[in-house]
């Protein structure tokens, strides 16, 4: 039996909202930026050096950071704004991927 609360629910009512929309399209369009820019610097690793030692060791370079940011993230974030800590991030993230080019 289908009440009406269950009948009216819109799976897709979040996409409605114009800022959400934007939101998405941003996160996916960052995500794929990321995944792309990894296979890429793998690629170059190893097509340069033909070591897979060399890719474990980038593996590695971008573990580490994450690690090590993980166990004061949550204080920082608790005291700065949310919004300004991503901001940040994302330039960060950009000028990273600048220094690639």
């Known amino acids: 039996m289908v009440t009406s609360a269950a009948a009216a629910h819109d799976p897709y009512g979040a996409l409605r909202v114009r800022a959400f929309r934007w939101f998405t399209v941003g996160l996916l369009t960052m995500n794929l930026a990321t995944q792309l ?14 070591d897979p030692l060399s890719l474990g060791l980038i593996g590695l370079a971008e573990a580490v950071p994450f690690i090590g940011v993980a166990l004061i993230a949550g ?3 608790d005291r700065i704004n949310r919004l300004r800590i991503s901001l940040s991030a994302l330039v960060v993230l950009l000028g990273c991927s600048g220094a690639l080019l």
Request: net charge positive; proline share 0%.
């Open 75 to 77: 204080h920082v974030a």
């Open 37 to 50: 820019q990894g296979v890429v610097v793998a690629w170059q690793v190893y097509a340069l050096t033909r």
